[in-house]
Nanobody
Framework: QVQLVESGGGLVQAGGSLRLSCVTS????????MGWFRQAPGKEREFVAA????????YYADSVKGRYTISRGNDKNTVYLQMNSLKPEDTAIYYC???????????????????WGQGTQVTVSS
C-alpha cells in the first residue's frame, strides 16, 4: 500500500504559477508510476499528467501541455507538478495518484491508478 500526501495548492491570479508536491511513502513507493488528476465542481475527475517510475516518460493532457511539467525528486519518493500560465479553467481539486505500472497510451483514467491522495485545492482568479 502506498500513501500519498499532496501540498502546494492555493489561490493565484490568472497567468501566475503554482507548484504542487506529492510525497509518497511505503516500501515500494519509489518504484511506482505517478499521476496528477483534477476535479472541478460538477465535473468528472480528469487526467492531467503522468510520469513513470524512473522519470523517463512523461505524459500530459492537451489542455495543460506546454504549461505544466511533472517531475520526480532525486529520491523518487516526491512528485511535483509545476503549473505555469494558469487559467481560471484550471481551478479544481488536484489529486496525486500512484500505481505499480504505467501503460504507453499517453492518456489515463482514474481506474488506471490504485492509490490516491486527499487532494489539494487550486483556485485561479480572473
Amino acid at each position: 500500500q502506498v500513501q500519498l500526501v499532496e501540498s502546494g495548492g492555493g489561490l493565484v491570479q490568472a497567468g501566475g504559477s503554482l507548484r504542487l508536491s506529492c510525497v509518497t511513502s511505503g516500501r515500494t513507493s519509489r518504484t511506482y508510476a505517478m499521476g496528477w488528476f483534477r476535479q472541478a465542481p460538477g465535473k468528472e475527475r480528469e487526467f492531467v499528467a503522468a510520469i513513470n517510475w524512473s522519470g523517463s516518460r512523461e505524459y500530459y493532457a492537451d489542455s495543460v501541455k506546454g504549461r505544466y511539467t511533472i517531475s520526480r525528486g532525486n529520491d523518487k519518493n516526491t512528485v511535483y507538478l509545476q503549473m505555469n500560465s494558469l487559467k481560471p479553467e484550471d481551478t479544481a481539486i488536484y489529486y496525486c495518484a500512484a500505481d505499480s505500472t504505467l501503460g504507453y497510451s499517453g492518456h489515463y483514467y482514474p481506474t488506471d491508478f490504485g492509490s490516491w491522495g486527499q487532494g489539494t485545492q487550486v483556485t485561479v482568479s480572473s
